[in-house]
C-alpha cells in the first residue's frame, strides 16, 4: 500500500542536490531494484528515501507516536505518524531552515516541474494536484492536515480511519510534537553520516 504522505521529510532531508530531491520525492512510486533508467544521482535519493522509511520503521520515537493513536486505527497508524510529523516540520521550519517555508516550496516545485519528463506516471499524474492544492504548504494548518487526510481516505476503497485522523492530531498534539523533535535529532544525526557514495 502506498500511500505515505511524508513528502515534506523526505524532500527536507534530500538536501540541496537537485537530483536527490527528486529521487526522494520518487521514492514511493517506485519498486524493486533501480535500474539506469535513472541517473546516479537520482537513483541515490531513491536510495536515501528507502534508508529513511527503514529508520522511522525502527526509531524509538516514531514507534512511540504510534503507540499513542488509538488501536482503531489499526495498521494505519504510520500513515498518520508520516502526516503528522510533515505538519510538524512545516510549523517549526526556521528551526530547520534559514530558507522561508514559502520559498522553500516553490523551489520544490520548480524542480519538480524541470524533471517532470523522467518521473514515473503516477507522480505525474498526482503532480498537478500537489501544485494546485498547494499541498505541501498546507501542512503547516490544522485545516490542511484535515484535507489531506480526507482525500486519502478517499482514494481507498476499503473502509479506513483516515478522515477522522485529526482527531487524533489534536488529542495528542504535544506528546506527538515532543516525539517529533527527538525524531528529527535522530534523524538528521542518521542522514549526516551516511555516505551517499555507497548507494
Known sequence: ???????????????????????????????????????????????????????AAGNRFFRQSKKRLDDSNGHYKGILVDIFYDHY?????????????????????????DFEPVLPERLRYVLPRMFSSNWLLSYQDL??????LQRMSGRIVRPNPLAGGLSELTRNYELLQSDFGCFMSEIQEYVSHLDSTAF
Open 143 to 148: 485545516g490542511g492536515v484535515d484535507s489531506i
Open 89 to 113: 516540520l512545516a510549523v517549526n521550519w526556521e528551526k530547520y531552515s534559514i530558507v522561508p517555508f514559502p520559498e522553500y516550496i516553490r523551489h520544490v516545485y520548480a524542480i519538480l516541474e
Open 1 to 55: 500500500m502506498s500511500f505515505a504522505m511524508n513528502y515534506l521529510m523526505h524532500l527536507f532531508l534530500a538536501g540541496d542536490d537537485r537530483e536527490s530531491l527528486v529521487g526522494n520525492m520518487m521514492g514511493d512510486f517506485v519498486k524493486g531494484r533501480l535500474d539506469n533508467r535513472y541517473s546516479p544521482g537520482i537513483r541515490s535519493g531513491i536510495v536515501l528515501h528507502r534508508k529513511i522509511d527503514s529508520f
